[in-house]
């Protein structure tokens, strides 16, 4: 069965860093979306992707984030200096290949530390 | 209340108890649907109930939807061990792209 992919599992680094997460969406989804999870807490939107632009955005996602899609699969997303409150899990999310197709499908997060 | 309140907080229950949990919203909404998340992993999709059913039933998973209350609840029966984990709902909110999460209830079960 199709899956959504993401590395690193798990990223560690310095404050003021740029750090770029990386997702592989299932490959005949037109709409991804990041998401995040603070330890303990209900997961929020960040962003919305389709026809290779930004269609969503929360208050969240300042300019410190930018998302990309470089190439027909791979879905990134970087944060140009991070800060300790960008300590997170962070989901890749797909679904598709129509718009009345819901069901989002995430991937297995990435872990990422900011020390 | 926050779009997406679900209770109870956290839920403990024996193999083969049924296990129900709840989910509150505030806004208009095209669906929703309840995810699982065992701890530290990502999220599984479970179901979706669209804002014109009533009632959904997906195996051991009964989910009803009641938009006149906007709240929704979900009904695992005969449950498992392995059923342990957080659930949350999440709506599609009218208009948007996006999923708006609720704060999730941590289902234990025991065996």
């Known amino acids: 069965e199709p899956e959504v992919t993401q590395t690193p599992s798990h990223q560690v680094t310095q404050m003021g860093q740029e750090v770029i997460l990386r997702c592989v969406p299932i490959?005949?989804?037109?709409?991804f979306y990041w998401y995040r999870q603070i330890l303990g807490q209900k997961v929020e939107f960040l962003v919305s992707?389709?026809?290779?632009?930004?269609?969503?955005k929360s208050e969240i996602f300042d300019d410190q984030f930018s998302v990309e899609r470089p190439d027909g699969s791979n879905f990134t997303l970087k944060i140009r200096s991070t800060k300790l409150e960008d300590s997170a899990m962070y989901f890749c999310?797909?679904?598709?290949?129509?718009?009345?197709?819901?069901?989002?499908?995430f991937g297995p997060g990435t872990r990422l530390t900011v020390t | 209340s926050q779009q997406g309140e679900e209770d109870p907080q956290a839920l403990s229950i024996q193999e083969g108890e049924n296990a129900t949990m709840n989910c509150s919203y505030k806004?208009?909404?095209?669906?929703l649907q309840w995810y699982r998340q065992n701890s530290g992993r990502g999220l599984v999709h479970l179901i979706l109930?669209?804002?014109?059913?009533r009632e959904k039933h997906s195996g051991r998973l009964r989910v009803t939807l009641d938009t006149s209350k906007k709240s929704s609840s979900l009904l695992i029966t005969a449950s498992r061990a392995a059923d342990t984990a957080s659930y949350f709902c999440?709506?599609?909110?009218?208009?948007?792209?996006?999923?708006?999460f609720g704060t999730g209830t941590r289902l234990l079960v025991s065996p």
């Open positions: 490959s005949n989804h037109l709409y």
């Open positions: 806004t208009s909404i095209n669906n």
């Open positions: 999440a709506t599609y909110v009218m208009g948007f792209q996006k999923l708006v």
């Open positions: 999310a797909s679904r598709g290949p129509t718009e009345i197709h819901y069901e989002q499908y």
């Open positions: 109930i669209r804002s014109n059913e």
């Open positions: 992707f389709y026809n290779n632009e930004i269609s969503e």
